[in-house]
């Protein structure tokens, strides 16, 4: 007699194994909450943007039924804009893990790198510029202009090793590698990163989010580290700016909660590379089996906070689509998994690229305020291109 898919017992393994057995075209997704290896395809989840929810609950739950694979998760990557790709599923194996440890980072590999801005920085500093006069003359209060770079490899990058330097450089990030490859693309293409930012995690009926705005850079004296937080926190400019996000994210989440928990004042998180202001939101939700209200219902409805757009979102969006001659794909999108009880864990796709063969794309934003310094912009872009750099060997070049 077959047991049930849901009832099935799930191996043991480690981190580090999950880790080691990523290859191109399988679905990672780590944090201090646990790490998650997905393979195969079970069902391609669609639905249209705002609607995306309703039908992975679907797919969860018809795959369920068939059984397929032991406690079965929809995970895949959504772009910045409503209109822009997405790609969920249901695997077919899923493996899961605790949290990443330490452990030594891997030298990367010599390689040789040409680099392409996009734009220029020059016409980066144009386009703060512009923004702040559209800031000054009331059509907004918050924009996030970002800037890529373009790196062409002599030879294939190694998504894999990409993915361990990024995930031993900082365990407690949230690490990803989704496949995000789309008709007519010359060769495999892999969404990889780690974000610092929690957009949203559900487990029962409790929610957390953890938005981020206003940043300065990380640098190796620990005397001038203190320095700048305590700089951070006092800044009228960035605190301005992390309100504006933080207001944000509680009004969205205080739709769905009975209950929500904001601190008044923020705290600063830090990365490898940089300081971030940050507001740990909690809450209880009032409709848990609803699944507007699972782990990527939420998502989208928060979807983009304006720690990667800006107030008012529409006009902000219109702002970004004028101002950045680069479309940003899946960056400043969203990555994650959603399970079939609706828990789930769902981040901003900051700190990323998207790796195809020999090309390496990825982008840095900063958010633009009344107040805001066009070349301070232009430099936390940079300080911000370091994480990624710094996993491919490149250093800071930018």
């Known amino acids: 007699m077959s047991v049930p898919a849901l009832t099935r017992p799930r191996p043991v393994y480690r981190a580090a194994d999950l880790l080691a057995a990523y290859l191109p075209g399988s679905y990672y997704f780590s944090s201090t909450r646990g790490t998650l290896l997905a393979d195969g395809v079970d069902a391609v989840v669609g639905g249209t943007p705002g609607n995306r929810a309703t039908a992975a609950a679907a797919a969860l739950a018809e795959v369920a039924t068939a059984g397929g694979a032991a406690g079965p998760v929809v995970i895949g990557a959504l772009g910045f804009r409503p209109e822009a790709s997405a790609t969920l599923v249901v695997p077919s194996v899923v493996r899961r893990a605790g949290a990443p440890v330490d452990a030594p980072v891997p030298d990367a590999p010599a390689r040789r790198w040409s680099i392409k801005p996009r734009p220029e920085p020059g016409c980066y500093t144009d386009a703060v510029r512009r923004a702040l006069a559209l800031i000054d003359g009331g059509e907004l209060s918050k924009v996030v202009l970002a800037r890529g770079l373009e790196l062409a490899a002599d030879g294939p990058v190694s998504v894999p090793a990409l993915l361990t330097r990024l995930v031993r450089a900082d365990p407690a990030a949230h690490a990803f590698a989704i496949d995000v490859s789309a008709p007519g693309d010359p060769a495999p293409r892999t969404l990889v990163g780690a974000s610092p930012e929690l957009l949203v995690s559900r487990r029962g009926d409790q929610v957390v989010a953890n938005p981020l705005a206003g940043s300065l850079p990380r640098c190796a004296d620990d005397a001038e580290n203190r320095r700048r937080v305590a700089a951070l926190l006092a ?3 960035e605190r301005a700016e992390h309100a504006h996000t933080a207001a944000g994210v509680a009004d969205v989440l205080g739709r769905f909660c009975v209950d929500l928990d904001v601190p008044a004042e923020p705290s600063v998180i830090g990365t490898p590379t940089m300081w971030h202001l940050s507001t740990k939101i909690t809450g209880t939700l009032a409709a848990p089996a609803a699944p507007t209200s699972s782990a990527l219902g939420l998502a989208e409805a928060l979807h983009p906070t304006p720690a990667v757009c800006g107030v008012p979102p529409a006009a902000a969006r219109d702002a970004i689509a004028a101002l950045e001659p680069a479309d940003r794909g899946y960056y400043a999108g969203l990555a994650g998994w959603t399970d079939v009880s609706g828990d789930g864990e769902w981040v901003v796709t900051i700190r990323s690229a998207e790796v195809s063969e020999r090309i390496v794309r990825l982008h840095a934003g900063a958010g633009i305020v009344s107040g805001s310094d066009p070349e301070r912009e232009l430099d936390e ?18």
């Open 381 to 398: 872009t940079t300080a911000k291109f370091q994480t990624l750099l710094r996993a491919l060997g490149e250093g800071t070049r930018s």
């Open 235 to 237: 800044s009228e400019k």
